[in-house]
């Protein structure tokens, strides 16, 4: 059971990555057109954003259960607080944006910038 949860662990992870690689890689082809006024969210980036809380939800499951079994450590609650507020306010600034002809260069900028921020405090903290 313990190699059945660390399976579904790591496929959760792999899949967090699809969601941030999503978001990211929608903010990087906007790049060009965020310097012309002109970056748009694309449906990549809103995709992105669900698979991101999706998946962070079940990863904390999967750890809380991991840790209930004693077959991993407990969670850091407060890294998972400051790491949900972050994909909280990220995905507030992508649906409030998706249909807008252009989204001005620094809220699209913000948006670039939490991403990286949640993948900084997944690996630093």
Excluded at 27 to 51: E, L, N, R
Aim: charged letters at 15%; proline letters at 2%; aromatic letters at 8%.
């Amino acid at each position: 059971m313990e190699l059945t949860a660390e399976i579904l662990r790591n496929s959760l992870i792999v899949l967090h990555f699809i969601g941030f690689a999503a978001v990211f890689g929608g903010f990087m082809t906007q790049m060009k057109a965020m310097a012309q006024g002109a970056a748009k969210i694309i449906p990549a980036m809103v995709h992105g954003a669900w698979t991101l809380l999706a998946t962070g939800i079940l990863l904390v499951g999967v750890r809380e259960w991991m840790a209930m079994m004693e077959w991993a450590e407990g969670l850091n609650h407060m890294k998972i607080g400051v790491k949900s507020l972050v994909l909280t306010l990220l995905i507030i600034l992508v649906l409030a944006n998706k249909k807008k002809e252009s989204v001005k260069a620094p809220v699209f900028g913000t948006i670039g910038l939490l991403a990286v921020l949640n993948v900084v405090l997944a690996v630093f903290w």
